[in-house]
C-alpha cells in the first residue's frame, strides 16, 4: 500500500474517531434547566441526582427566587431533583423532589412553582425547533402580586388569564421587536423584547418590590441549534458551564467536539447559581 493510501486510510479512520463519539453523544443525551420561581420562598439548594446513584450530579448552591440556571447535558434517563434550604447538609431530607426522564434530544425545566405554602416542582418539556421563520414564546406567571395575568405582543395574545404559578402553552409568533405586556387587575409591565426567526423564548413575569417585571430567557435558536453543555459527571474539567452559548451541532461535530464552548451570553436577568462539582 503506498504512502498516499496510508495516509488517506489513516484520515477516514481519524474522521470515523472523531464523528462517532459525537454522533453516539448527540442521540444519548438531553438537556435540563433548574428555576426558583416562588416568591416567598427562601433561597434553597438544588441537587441533580441520576438514579441509583447516591451522590449528585449537579449541584447548585443559594437559588434565589428568579434564578434560572442555563441549560445542562447529561446522559438521556431517570433522574431525582431535590430542593434542600440554603445551606442544609446534603445529607438532611429535601425539603422538595421530584422525578424526571430525560429522554435523548430532548430539553425540560424543572421549576419550583407556587406560594410556599404549597410550593411545587412541575417538570416542564420545552422545545428545540420552530415552524420555519417563526419565533416560538410562552410565559410563566411567577407574580403573587397580580392573581392572573394577560400577555400580549402586540395585537397576539400570548397567554389569557393566566393563574399564578402556571406555565401557558408556546404560541407561535412572527419575527420583530414587539412591545410585550403583562396586565393584571392592579399591575401592568412592557417591556420591548426582540424575537429573531428560529428563536424559542420564555418569558416569565416575576415580582420586584411595588412592581412587575418581564424576564425574557432566550431557551434555543431553532432546530439547528440546542442547548448546550457536555455530558455530566459535574462541573469539572472540560464539562459545560453555565452561562455556555447555545451553539449548532454541525459547528461541533467540525471541531470534533461533543462538549460546546462557551459563548455569548444573552439573558439580562437569568441569575448564574454557585455550582460544585460531585
Same mark, same amino acid.
Given at each position: ?10 484520515? %477516514? ?5 472523531? $464523528?462517532?463519539?459525537?454522533?453516539? *453523544? ?16 427562601? $433561597? ?5 441526582? @441520576? ?17 434560572? @440556571?442555563?441549560?445542562?447535558?447529561? %446522559?438521556? #434517563? ?33 421549576? #419550583? ?21 417563526? *419565533? ?31 406555565? @401557558? ?18 399591575? @401592568? ?47 469539572? #474539567? ?41
Amino acid at each position: 500500500m503506498t504512502a498516499i493510501a496510508l495516509a488517506m486510510l489513516g484520515l %477516514a479512520v481519524a474522521q470515523v474517531a472523531v $464523528a462517532t463519539p459525537f454522533a453516539l *453523544a448527540s442521540s444519548q443525551v438531553g438537556w435540563i434547566q433548574l428555576a426558583h420561581l416562588s416568591p416567598n420562598t427562601p $433561597a434553597v439548594d438544588v441537587y441533580l441526582y @441520576s438514579f441509583d446513584n447516591p451522590n449528585a450530579q449537579i449541584v447548585l448552591h443559594h437559588v434565589r427566587y428568579g434564578t434560572v @440556571s442555563p441549560f445542562e447535558q447529561v %446522559a438521556a #434517563g431517570d433522574y431525582t431533583v431535590a430542593m434542600r434550604g440554603a445551606g442544609a447538609a446534603s445529607s438532611s431530607k429535601p425539603v422538595l423532589s421530584t422525578v424526571v426522564d430525560i429522554a435523548p434530544r430532548h430539553a425540560y425545566t424543572v421549576a #419550583g412553582l407556587g406560594p410556599a405554602s404549597g410550593l411545587r416542582l412541575e417538570v416542564i418539556p420545552d422545545k428545540l425547533t420552530t415552524p420555519p421563520g417563526k *419565533a416560538l414564546v410562552r410565559i410563566i406567571e411567577a407574580s403573587m402580586q397580580q392573581d392572573t395575568v394577560t400577555v400580549t405582543a402586540g395585537g397576539t395574545t400570548l397567554a389569557s388569564n393566566l393563574k399564578f404559578g402556571s406555565v @401557558s402553552s408556546f404560541v407561535t409568533v412572527g419575527p420583530g421587536t414587539w412591545s410585550v405586556q403583562a396586565k393584571g387587575a392592579s399591575k @401592568s409591565v412592557t417591556a420591548s423584547i426582540k424575537l429573531v426567526a428560529g428563536t424559542i423564548h420564555t418569558i416569565v413575569v416575576l415580582d420586584e418590590p411595588g412592581k412587575l417585571v418581564l424576564d425574557d430567557l432566550l431557551e434555543a435558536a431553532g432546530s439547528k441549534v440546542a442547548p448546550s453543555g457536555g455530558p455530566q459527571t459535574g462541573f469539572g #474539567g472540560t464539562a459545560g458551564q453555565p452561562g455556555a452559548a447555545l451553539v449548532p451541532w454541525a459547528a461541533a461535530a467540525i471541531v470534533g467536539l461533543a462538549i460546546t464552548v462557551t459563548g455569548t451570553a444573552m439573558l439580562t436577568r437569568r441569575r448564574r447559581p454557585a455550582q460544585h462539582a460531585r
